[in-house]
């Protein structure tokens, strides 16, 4: 759920809007993580979380609070800017699995395929709503993968979501 304020941005201009908005909201700034790039078609964003005094926890590697929280709101947010207004977006659960301790900056990768958004469009249109789940890996510049989080999401159209609330 985007505010109609961001429809007046210029399409060109919305990838780095999204990245220095996100990167300077206070909640998602308090996670320690960054947004480094944001695809022009809104589809991927690559984010960094460094190893740093306010990421770490008490054994010296990434806090998994700070690991889960990089990735809260960015599958819902490029669900709601790729799907549109007409459509309602919302985290509806997460889990985390940790496969080793990261002892440096880590790297998450979050793609939205065209596929994906079409298919969720057509179950949409046969049921009012859906749940996705999208996961995403934290990695080292390795390549080795330090933790996965699985994210659920919420898609309605907005006529199904208000009519299902006011029951």
Request: glycine share 6%; net charge positive; hydrophobic share 40%.
């Amino acid at each position: 759920m985007i505010p109609s304020f961001w429809r007046r941005f210029p399409a060109s201009w919305q990838p780095t809007l999204l990245r220095l908005g996100l990167n300077w909201f206070p909640a998602y700034r308090a996670t320690g993580a960054r947004i480094v790039n944001v695809s022009p078609d809104l589809k991927r964003v690559v984010v960094r979380l460094p190893l740093q005094r306010n990421t770490k926890n008490g054994a010296g590697t990434l806090f998994g609070g700070s690991l889960y929280s990089a990735t809260d709101p960015i599958y819902a947010l490029l669900l709601a800017l790729n799907l549109g207004p007409d459509y309602v977006v919302w985290d509806k659960s997460a889990a985390i699995r940790y496969r080793k301790p990261g002892r440096e900056a880590l790297t998450a990768e979050f793609v939205l395929s065209d596929a994906e958004v079409a298919a969720i469009r057509e179950e949409i249109e046969r049921n009012g709503s859906c749940d996705r789940v999208f996961t995403t890996q934290f990695c080292d510049p390795a390549g080795v993968v330090h933790t996965e989080v699985d994210k659920t999401v919420y898609i309605a159209c907005k006529k199904h979501y208000k009519a299902k609330a006011t029951r």
